[in-house]
């Protein structure tokens, strides 16, 4: 089994600042790591996704994350927020191979102020 | 269609009654996910469906839900004898067979108990 933490549960910051959002995962078996975005009132959208290859995966939006082994993390981050980045995202991890059912995390709430 | 489309959005019940929530996987898409997000809480998993092989009901909390789907077409979530705490978001996604390719998202149903 995986599990999946997002450390924290919101993160303010001002507009044109930088943002990390942290994840961690456990699990016992090679993992594919997904980050999603949740706007108000929506269904989730993927961010970006890392399968293989280099550790650095760049997204959507300005997004990059970091895939980070030896950590077990999957850091989303993005040099310069807008207030259109506003919104929910959550981490989920599945194993590279067997069962093919995402776990979660609990979500960030993004907050970007003016 | 061009997403996956769930109905109603939003459903109002009594304490007791039985409710129907649909999904509409997009077109072609083997995969077909239900999940329950509580105000404020990540995604939990409930059941998943992968073309005619028997779902995996491993998340589902009691046994007042269950769900079908015919084929790799819609499928409907049954939650009998509604309680309070069923009150929450349920979410359908759906993705091309073993996927690498990331989930589709529907906007959800929000469900209430009154």
């Known amino acids: 089994a995986q599990s999946v933490t997002q450390l924290d549960s919101q993160v303010p910051v001002f507009e044109e600042a930088p943002v990390e959002l942290r994840c961690n995962y456990s699990?016992?078996?090679?993992?594919?790591l997904f980050w999603y975005v949740q706007y108000p009132n929506q269904g989730l959208q993927l961010l970006l996704k890392?399968?293989?290859?280099?550790?650095l995966v760049k997204g959507i939006n300005g997004f990059e994350a970091e895939f980070n082994k030896s950590q077990t993390s999957f850091h989303l981050r993005k040099p310069s927020v807008h207030i259109s980045d506003t919104a929910e995202y959550f981490c989920?991890?599945?194993?590279?191979?067997?069962?093919?059912?995402?776990?979660f995390g609990r979500g960030t709430s993004l907050i970007v102020h003016p | 269609g061009a997403g996956v489309s769930q109905s109603p959005s939003n459903k109002v019940t009594e304490k007791g009654k039985d409710v129907e929530l649909r999904c509409d996987p997009i077109?072609?898409?083997?995969?077909l996910y239900w999940y329950r997000q509580r105000l404020g809480q990540g995604l939990e998993f409930l059941i998943y469906?992968?073309?005619?092989?028997?779902?995996?009901k491993s998340g589902l909390p009691s046994d007042r839900f269950s769900a079908e789907r015919t084929g790799e077409s819609v499928s409907t979530l049954t939650i009998q004898r509604t309680q309070q705490e069923d009150s929450a978001v349920y979410l359908c996604?759906?993705?091309?067979?073993?996927?690498?390719?990331?989930?589709?998202f529907g906007s959800g149903t929000r469900l209430t108990v009154v």
């Open positions: 996604a759906s993705s091309p067979t073993g996927t690498v390719y990331g989930y589709t």
């Open positions: 699990s016992s078996v090679s993992v594919y």
């Open positions: 890392y399968l293989s290859g280099s550790t």
């Open positions: 989920a991890v599945r194993p590279s191979g067997g069962s093919y059912i995402p776990t």
């Open positions: 077109s072609g898409h083997t995969a």
């Open positions: 469906f992968q073309g005619n092989s028997a779902p995996d």
